[in-house]
């Protein structure tokens, strides 16, 4: 059998793509996709080359998802909640509605029943008649991520897929049937007949369903979350965020219908979000690099060899660079050409091998049963030292792993290093990864160097102090050389603790509360001894102090929106406190405290209000329990902060100003959240765009200075930088390394120029 590759490829957009469709309804040359950078476009597929036909105006958000729906019209959702539908001779849309309160994440189209399907972040699908909302699906409890349309011989079926990881079949308004059995969000779904379904998830797997409920199959060979589905002649293909595109065939075993895969084609991105096919089995891929890319396994339509040899090229050297990153290839340790007497595994696998001390790479060809030599692998370092002498620590080898006594009584924990690693860095990582305090830093860091004989005439303080501020780690020692390779040579960033907003007026509080309390009927107000009381109450942290406080809170939590904001203050300085946060969390359980939040963290709450609860989740942030608190809702946060963004810009200078404060801590607490969490790569995609979009919606500099923050401690992950630079992060930071004052500000900007290799 023949095997897929390349035909055609064009760099389609600026940002990712995160969705295609195929033209089914007319002219199947044609697809159109949507991407991150905020158009839809529509191309045409000549002999070796992909044309653009049309372009969309510029939407407010980024395009999830796209879809025909005539021979002429596409469809977009998108991230402000929107559906617009164009015609391929008009930028403008000529219908528009707002279809969710939350992104719109997938969108669908009944050809037979003209009828739109959509699904959200809002937790809810929707099936629409032109721009009318027929029937709302209601019953997840998490976004739903995917929509598919299961037509019977005399009905309509509506498939969705959801990050609770349940799938649900609906008959109009009504839940019919559920399937169960992925452990991650479901994240596509494909109809193969009216009788079989398959859906595809973040746990790497592949479902086979039967339409009654039961799972035929299961199938795997994805290393990482699975995003999109298409169905060919005799299979379908998937891809993900491993990087590839895989092909499946039916076939019978043991009478039954089964799915293999049988070829795996490789990209030279990140993240492979989107597959389509065209009639005649051709697929077309979009990606995170912004490039949309056709296969096919028609020889007559593929691309000439020496571009098959520069797309090879390109897909090795990311190959090598992941592998890089996840340890060093030691020409030594390589194996040698008689590895090659083994047959792959599977189709498109690499194998790099010692051949004449030169490191070579080799791809497995299924269809040809041979390793076919793809070239040199160049740029990478050798690890001259060996590591026979050192330890093993998380199934890996390591010049020391150091045991550290953190606290009496309890066993230590250890520390693994290597020679010639940042003895900073690896405290840092230390600290972060166990939770501990940043005022370790200095006492681990000497720790290593003493202990490792480290060169410490590569260190340079940073200042004779051995205090360490932990919001800019002023103070700590700062690596000189160039052995430091990531983001982290800055004095700014990553940062590893929250931050608090802890500075307030506690007398103007209580006294503010007594003015409402005065005006407020008696089933609303509490009495004078417990208001009196408070001021003590707050410099106190006690198990009294909380339960006291927390009786005065059950009663003025309820009252109106007009009086509510020094109750919101006082809360915001309640949930420092850990033994506080439980109780309140025992009292409202961690859902009931979210929607409490949620009451006042939108815009229709005015902007005050606004203000107060972002403070609130900033300082939970700050907290053991507040973090399992917020962290299933981060999604939901980043979501509400974008329509704040766009929904408080008419506020006064100084409202706005204590707004950003507060929007830029939690989103820089929510930076540190992500690098003892690592969020998905969906979530640190949308942390990035709504880090752009409020610094281009702030002008003071403390707020500025806050995201600089936020986006360094994003940017430790060496992918991230690609989507920051697909963000066009440069103009901004360019601007922002003229600032002489504060300096802080200017040279944080500059870090980050550096950081993205600008």
């Known amino acids: 059998m023949e095997s897929y590759k390349l035909r055609a490829q064009c760099q389609g957009h600026s940002g990712d793509v995160r969705s295609v469709d195929v033209q089914r309804l007319g002219n199947d040359e044609s697809f159109a996709s949507g991407s991150r950078d905020k158009y839809m476009r529509i191309w045409k597929l000549g002999d070796n080359s992909i044309n653009r036909i049309f372009q969309s105006e510029l939407h407010q958000k980024y395009i ?15 991230q402000d909640g929107f559906v617009r539908i164009f015609t391929h001779s008009e930028e403008m849309p000529f219908q528009s509605f707002k279809a969710h309160s939350e992104n719109v994440s997938c969108i669908e189209y009944s050809a037979t029943n003209k009828l739109l399907i959509t699904g959200s972040w809002d937790k809810t699908a929707k099936v629409w008649e032109e721009n ?20 019977d011989v005399d009905s309509m079926y509506v498939l969705t897929g959801s990050a609770d990881k349940k799938i649900f079949l609906w008959k109009k308004d009504c839940c019919v049937q559920k399937y169960e059995g992925h452990t991650d969000a479901v994240r596509s779904l494909l109809v193969l007949s009216s009788n079989e379904f398959l859906s595809a998830s973040n746990d790497a797997s592949i479902k086979h369903w039967s339409i009654k409920g039961d799972c035929i199959a299961t199938y795997y060979s994805h290393e990482n979350y699975i995003y999109s589905l298409t169905q060919l002649s005799n299979g379908f293909a998937s891809c993900g965020e491993d990087r590839s595109v895989r092909i499946w065939q039916f076939q019978r075993k043991d009478l039954k219908r089964q799915a293999e895969c049988i070829q795996i084609i490789r990209h030279p991105a990140i993240s492979v979000w989107t597959v389509g096919a065209f009639s005649n089995d051709d697929i077309v891929t979009g990606s995170s690099d912004g490039i949309l890319r056709i296969f096919s396994k028609d020889v007559s339509r593929q691309a000439a060899e020496d571009v098959q040899m520069a797309f090879q090229d390109e897909v090795i050297k990311v190959e090598v660079a992941v592998q890089q990153q996840n340890d060093e290839i030691d020409i030594k340790n390589l194996p040698g050409p008689e590895s090659l007497l083994e047959p792959g595994t599977r189709d498109s696998q690499f194998k790099i091998i ?48 150091f045991d550290v006594d953190v606290q009496e009584g309890l066993p230590p924990i250890q520390l693994p290093f290597n020679e010639g690693d940042d003895p900073y860095m690896a405290a840092q990582k230390f600290l972060t990864e166990n939770e501990l305090s940043q005022h370790f830093l200095d006492e681990v860091a000497n720790f290593i160097i003493k ?60 006294a503010k509360l007594k003015d409402f309390n005065a005006k407020l009927p008696s089933e609303l107000s509490v009495t004078s001894d417990a208001l009196d009381s408070l001021e003590g109450l707050m410099l106190g942290t006690s ?25 919101l203050d006082l809360l915001r300085l309640a949930v420092i406190e850990e033994n506080f946060t439980q109780k309140l969390v025992d009292t409202l359980t961690p859902l009931g405290l979210i929607e409490l939040l949620k009451k006042y963290f939108i815009p229709s709450a005015g902007v005050v209000n606004v203000m107060l609860s972002t403070r609130i989740i900033a300082n939970l942030l700050t907290s053991t329990i507040g973090k399992k608190i917020i962290l299933p809702e981060v999604d939901t946060i980043l ?5 704040i963004i766009e929904n408080c810009k008419n506020s006064s200078d100084s409202q706005r100003k204590q707004l950003n404060i507060a929007l830029s801590t939690v989103l820089l607490n929510i930076s540190v959240l992500n690098m003892q969490h690592d969020f998905s790569m969906e979530t640190k995609a949308s942390m990035l765009d709504i880090i752009r979009s409020l610094l281009e919606n702030c002008s003071d500099q403390e707020s500025q200075f806050r995201i600089l923050v936020a986006l360094g401690t994003m940017l430790q992950e060496g992918r991230m930088k690609l989507v920051a630079l697909s963000l066009e992060f440069t103009p901004l930071l360019n601007n922002l390394k003229k600032v002489t004052d504060p300096e802080k500000l200017g040279h944080c900007a500059e870090d980050l120029l550096k950081a993205l290799g600008v």
């Open 543 to 567: 198990e009294t102090n909380a339960d006291r406080l927390l009786a005065i809170l059950a009663t003025t939590m309820h009252w109106p929106n007009e009086y509510i904001f020094p109750v």
């Open 354 to 401: 010692n051949e004449n001390n030169e490191r070579i790479c080799y791809s497995w060809s299924a269809s040809k049963q041979e390793w076919e030599k793809i070239g040199n692998v160049v740029g990478v370092n050798d690890k001259n030292k060996q590591c026979s002498s050192g330890k093993e620590y998380m199934g890996k080898r390591y010049d020391f792993v």
């Open 639 to 643: 979501l509400t902060v974008i329509d």
């Open 451 to 510: 202990n490792s004989n480290w060169n410490a005439t590569k260190l340079q303080s940073s200042s004779s102090s051995s205090y360490v501020d932990p919001f800019t780690g002023a103070g700590r020692y700062v690596p000189s050389g160039n052995a430091a390779t990531t983001t982290s040579a800055s004095k700014y960033f990553p940062q590893t603790n929250p931050v608090r907003i802890e500075q307030a007026n506690i007398k103007g509080i209580v």
């Open 132 to 151: 009318q909302c027929i029937y709302e699906l209601k019953g997840h409890s998490a976004a739903v991520w995917c929509v598919a349309v299961v037509e």
């Open 64 to 78: 999830g998802a796209v879809v025909w729906t005539s021979s002429e019209n596409v469809a977009t959702a998108c």
